[in-house]
C-alpha cells in the first residue's frame, strides 16, 4: 500500500488531502517526497510563523525537551509563566490560561464570559452571547454552536444553547439582540478567515464598542488566525484602536506545536477560580518555550516588513489579470479570482506554489519572516495562474 493507500485506510475520513506529500520543510520553501521543490505561503494554516524548521525556533524546544517535556498543572514551570508574562505585557491583559487548539481557547473565552455574568447577575439570566454570522469558532460542539453559520449546525445536535448571529459590518442587526437584555458578550473574529478573509470594518468595531458599554457586554476577539503578528500587528485588534476584554489565540503562537491561549483583561481577571477550567497539556513547558521564542521575535521591524510585503502583494495582485480584488490585512489575504479558485490552487500547486481556500477565494498566509525574493517568485507564479487562457 502507498501512503494515499494507507492514510484512506486507517485515517478518519474528515479531510480532502491535496495529492501531495511533505518530506521535508526550510523556512518558506517545502519539498515533496519526490524532491519538487515549492513554495509555502499557506504555513500549515497560519501556524508556521517562522516557516518551516526555523533555528532559533528549534534550538529553544531543544533546550526545553532535553530539560522538562511536561510536568502537569500540579508545578510551576518557567515557561508557562514567563510566557504569560510576555503576553500580558505586550497585550495590555491580565491573567492567561494556556490550552492545546483554537476551539479550546474559544471554550475558555466562552466559559469566562458565562462566570462573569453568573458571578455578576447570580443567575444564568444574561448567558447569550453574539456572534457574528459567517465566523468560525471551532469543531467542539459549543464552538460550532458559536459559528455563525448554518451549515455547521447539523448532524450533530443538539448544541450547546446560547448563541445569537448578528451580520457582520451591520451594528444594527448586533444591537437588536444586544438590546434583548439576556446576554454577557460579544465574540468575534476581526478578520473572518475561514468565512473568506473578510474584514470587519472600523465603524463597525467602533459601533460594538459602545453597544459594549452601553448593555454592559464583555468583548470577546477569536485572534485565533489572526493573531500572533499574522495581520500586520501582534494581535489583530490592534490595528484597529481598542483592547478586548477576552481574547483567544492558538496556530501561530507557537510556530508549529500546538498551543492555546486565552487572555483575560482587568474586568475578568479574576472570573475563572480553582477548578473553573483546566487542561493536562495546557501551558505544557516545549511549547511554551517554543512560544516564547515565537513572541519574543514578532517586534516592530517584523511587523513594518510584513505591513510593507503585504502592500506590495495587495498591489501587485490588485492590477493582475484575473484578479477581481484582494481583501484582508497584513499576510493573512484573500484573493478574489475570476476562475475557481481551486483551479487557481492547483495550477499553484503543478507550478511549485502551495495556496489555499477561504470560501471562495484564494487564501494566502506567509510565514512572516518570507524573503522578498522568494514572495516576488511566488506572487509571478499566482498572476501566471490567473490569467484568463
Ligand atoms: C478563527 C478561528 N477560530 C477557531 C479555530 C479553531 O482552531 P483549532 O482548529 O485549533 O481548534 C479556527 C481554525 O481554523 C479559526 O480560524
Same mark, same amino acid.
Request: hydrophobic share 35%.
Given at each position: 500500500?502507498?501512503?494515499?493507500?494507507?492514510?484512506?485506510?486507517?485515517?478518519?475520513?474528515?479531510?480532502?488531502?491535496?495529492?501531495?506529500?511533505?518530506?521535508?520543510?526550510?523556512?518558506?520553501?517545502?519539498?515533496?517526497?519526490?524532491?519538487?521543490?515549492?513554495?509555502?505561503?499557506?504555513?500549515?494554516?497560519?501556524?508556521?510563523?517562522?516557516?518551516?524548521?526555523?533555528?532559533?525556533?528549534?534550538?529553544?524546544?531543544?533546550?526545553?525537551?532535553?530539560?522538562?517535556?511536561?510536568?502537569?498543572?500540579?508545578?510551576?514551570?518557567?515557561?508557562?509563566?514567563?510566557?504569560?508574562?510576555?503576553?500580558?505585557?505586550?497585550?495590555?491583559?491580565?491573567?492567561?490560561? %494556556?490550552?492545546?487548539?483554537?476551539?479550546?481557547?474559544?471554550?475558555?473565552?466562552?466559559?469566562?464570559?458565562?462566570?462573569?455574568?453568573?458571578?455578576?447577575?447570580?443567575?444564568?439570566?444574561?448567558?447569550?452571547? =453574539?456572534?457574528?454570522?459567517?465566523?468560525?469558532?471551532?469543531?467542539?460542539?459549543?464552538?460550532?454552536?458559536?459559528?455563525?453559520?448554518?451549515?455547521?449546525?447539523?448532524? %450533530?445536535?443538539?448544541?450547546?444553547?446560547?448563541?445569537?448571529?448578528?451580520?457582520?459590518?451591520?451594528?444594527?442587526?448586533?444591537?437588536?439582540?444586544?438590546?434583548?437584555?439576556?446576554?454577557?458578550? =460579544?465574540?468575534?473574529?476581526?478578520?473572518?478567515?475561514?468565512?473568506?478573509?473578510?474584514?470587519?470594518?472600523?465603524?463597525?468595531?467602533?459601533?460594538?464598542?459602545?453597544?459594549?458599554?452601553?448593555?454592559?457586554?464583555?468583548?470577546?476577539?477569536?485572534?485565533?488566525?489572526?493573531?500572533?503578528?499574522?495581520?500586520?500587528?501582534?494581535?489583530?485588534?490592534?490595528?484597529?484602536?481598542?483592547?478586548?476584554?477576552?481574547?483567544?489565540?492558538?496556530?501561530?503562537?507557537?510556530?508549529?506545536?500546538?498551543?492555546?491561549?486565552?487572555?483575560?483583561?482587568?474586568?475578568?481577571?479574576?472570573?475563572?477560580?480553582?477548578?473553573?477550567?483546566?487542561?493536562?497539556?495546557?501551558?505544557?513547558?516545549?511549547?511554551?518555550?517554543?512560544?516564547?521564542?515565537?513572541?519574543?521575535?514578532?517586534?516592530?521591524?517584523?511587523?513594518?516588513?510584513?505591513?510593507?510585503?503585504?502592500?506590495?502583494?495587495?498591489?501587485?495582485?490588485?492590477?493582475?489579470?484575473?484578479?477581481?480584488?484582494?481583501?484582508?490585512?497584513?499576510?493573512?489575504?484573500?484573493?478574489?479570482?475570476?476562475?475557481?479558485?481551486?483551479?487557481?490552487?492547483?495550477?499553484?500547486?503543478?507550478?511549485?506554489?502551495?495556496?489555499?481556500?477561504?470560501?471562495?477565494?484564494?487564501?494566502?498566509?506567509?510565514?512572516?519572516?518570507?524573503?522578498?525574493?522568494?514572495?516576488?517568485?511566488?506572487?509571478?507564479?499566482?498572476?501566471?495562474?490567473?490569467?484568463?487562457?
Amino acid at each position: 500500500m502507498n501512503l494515499k493507500e494507507k492514510d484512506a485506510k486507517y485515517i478518519a475520513g474528515t479531510y480532502a488531502r491535496f495529492p501531495l506529500e511533505i518530506v521535508k520543510g526550510e523556512g518558506s520553501v517545502a519539498f515533496d517526497e519526490d524532491g519538487k521543490k515549492y513554495i509555502d505561503l499557506s504555513t500549515g494554516i497560519a501556524v508556521n510563523t517562522f516557516g518551516f524548521c526555523d533555528e532559533v525556533w528549534q534550538d529553544a524546544i531543544k533546550e526545553q525537551i532535553s530539560a522538562v517535556q511536561h510536568t502537569s498543572n500540579l508545578f510551576y514551570t518557567n515557561p508557562c509563566t514567563e510566557l504569560a508574562e510576555m503576553l500580558c505585557e505586550r497585550t495590555g491583559m491580565k491573567k492567561v490560561f %494556556f490550552s492545546n487548539s483554537g476551539a479550546e481557547a474559544n471554550e475558555c473565552a466562552i466559559k469566562v464570559a458565562r462566570k462573569y455574568a453568573f458571578d455578576k447577575y447570580g443567575d444564568y439570566s444574561h448567558s447569550t452571547i =453574539i456572534t457574528l454570522k459567517n465566523s468560525f469558532h471551532g469543531r467542539t460542539i459549543t464552538t460550532l454552536a458559536a459559528t455563525g453559520q448554518d451549515v455547521f449546525h447539523t448532524t %450533530f445536535a443538539p448544541f450547546t444553547e446560547g448563541f445569537v448571529y448578528a451580520e457582520p459590518n451591520d451594528i444594527g442587526s448586533v444591537e437588536e439582540l444586544a438590546s434583548k437584555d439576556n446576554c454577557c458578550a =460579544i465574540m468575534f473574529e476581526l478578520v473572518q478567515g475561514e468565512g473568506g478573509v473578510c474584514p470587519l470594518t472600523q465603524d463597525f468595531v467602533n459601533g460594538l464598542k459602545e453597544i459594549a458599554e452601553k448593555y454592559g457586554l464583555l468583548l470577546i476577539c477569536d485572534e485565533v488566525q489572526t493573531g500572533n503578528g499574522r495581520t500586520g500587528e501582534l494581535y489583530a485588534f490592534m490595528n484597529y484602536g481598542f483592547t478586548p476584554d477576552i481574547f483567544s489565540t492558538a496556530k501561530g503562537l507557537a510556530g508549529g506545536l500546538p498551543l492555546g491561549a486565552t487572555l483575560m483583561g482587568e474586568k475578568v481577571q479574576n472570573t475563572l477560580t480553582p477548578s473553573s477550567n483546566g487542561s493536562t497539556f495546557g501551558g505544557n513547558p516545549v511549547c511554551c518555550a517554543a512560544a516564547k521564542s515565537i513572541i519574543s521575535r514578532i517586534d516592530d521591524n517584523l511587523l513594518n516588513e510584513v505591513k510593507e510585503k503585504s502592500e506590495y502583494i495587495i498591489k501587485t495582485l490588485s492590477s493582475a489579470d484575473g484578479v477581481k480584488g484582494v481583501t484582508g490585512m497584513g499576510f493573512m489575504l484573500g484573493i478574489e479570482t475570476e476562475k475557481d479558485a481551486k483551479e487557481v490552487i492547483s495550477a499553484c500547486r503543478e507550478k511549485g506554489v502551495i495556496v489555499i481556500s477561504a470560501k471562495t477565494k484564494v487564501r494566502l498566509l506567509p510565514a512572516l519572516n518570507i524573503p522578498w525574493d522568494i514572495l516576488k517568485e511566488a506572487i509571478e507564479i499566482i498572476i501566471d495562474c490567473c490569467k484568463g487562457e
